[in-house]
């Protein structure tokens, strides 16, 4: 089957057979052209489209033949080349093509523009929590470092008591030494005093033991309280080595000083015999 085409003098439309060519009511001067034509002709030159050909009637005498020629030729440029939404085909076309390309534009640019939103939202708040974080890392450092101070001064203030205690301790000690040095300086002046009374001299001799024996049980106890509270540079086994060994002192002064004691009150028994008896001769 044929395939025919029109042309309305500015481009050409189709193909189209031969009902499509009767519904665009094409007249005897519509240029035609199909297959095996080797140029344009009028749909009058063609035997197969006569029974199609719109007949127009001639035209009225009155009326110039010239304008009526050039609107015949705008109905058949109408015909043949319809209107979309009162534009001509390929006009709408392209007007379609380029509405498409700006709204295309403007969707790529919003979405590009909603991309750098996100993005920049992203880098704000990444940013934000660095440096939430960082502060948090200069707090706990802060926090670190007034730990470690008040640490130093608590090291430092049980440091200064121990040495306060240790003071008191030292003056403690040397009140009681210089107490029993007077002690025994009295002890021994007495001693002098009678040495021609052998009893006398006994009790003075014991006295004058009893004292130093007073005074290392004290030194003893001093050096027991010691090794009890400080810890410092000795292991657990050296502390309890220590403490044994100046517990075994003090055990032994106590038995010496029981001994002085009751040496002491035998001599004591001994003279209020002595003395008894001088007081009976006295009477006789």
Request: proline content about 7%; cysteine-free.
């Given at each position: 089957m044929k395939k025919y085409y029109l042309h309305n003098g500015v481009e050409?439309?189709?193909?189209?057979d031969l009902a499509e060519l009767q519904m665009k009511q094409i007249t005897a001067k519509t240029p035609v052209w199909f297959s095996g034509m080797p140029d344009w002709k009028t749909a009058g030159e063609i035997d197969e489209l006569q029974t199609i050909i719109k007949v127009?009637?001639?035209?009225?005498?009155?009326?110039?033949p010239t304008p009526q020629i050039e609107e015949k030729f705008e109905e058949e440029i109408e015909e043949t080349n319809p209107k979309i939404m009162g534009l001509k085909k390929?006009?709408?076309?392209?007007?379609?093509?380029?509405?498409?390309?700006?709204?295309?534009?403007?969707?790529?640019?919003?979405?590009?523009?909603n991309r750098r939103i996100d993005f920049?939202?992203?880098?704000?708040?990444?940013?934000?929590?660095?440096?939430?974080?960082?502060?948090?890392e200069k707090e706990i450092q802060e926090q670190k470092q007034r730990i470690s101070e008040q640490e130093k001064l608590e090291e430092e203030r049980l440091t200064q008591e121990r040495k306060a205690a240790i003071n008191s301790k030292l003056s403690e000690n040397q009140i009681k030494q210089i107490e029993y040095q007077t002690r025994l300086e009295d002890a021994k002046n007495k001693l002098v005093k009678a040495t021609q009374f052998p009893i006398n001299s006994k009790l003075s001799e014991n006295?004058?033991?009893?004292?130093e024996y007073q005074t290392r049980l004290e030194d003893a106890k001093n050096k027991l309280v010691k090794a009890t509270q400080f810890q410092f540079f000795r292991t657990p086994e050296e502390r309890t080595a220590e403490i044994n060994a100046v517990q075994t002192d003090i055990d032994y002064y106590n038995n010496e000083i029981l001994s002085l004691e009751n040496e002491r009150n035998q001599l004591e028994l001994e003279l209020e015999k002595i003395h008894l008896k001088e007081r009976q001769n006295s009477q006789k």
């Open positions: 050409s439309s189709g193909p189209f127009i009637p001639p035209p009225f005498k009155s009326v110039t390929n006009t709408f076309y392209i007007v379609f093509v380029v509405l498409v390309l700006i709204i295309g534009s403007i969707v790529l640019t919003i979405l590009q523009e920049e939202e992203k880098n704000n708040k990444t940013e934000k929590e660095n440096r939430q974080f960082q502060l948090q006295q004058i033991k009893q004292i």
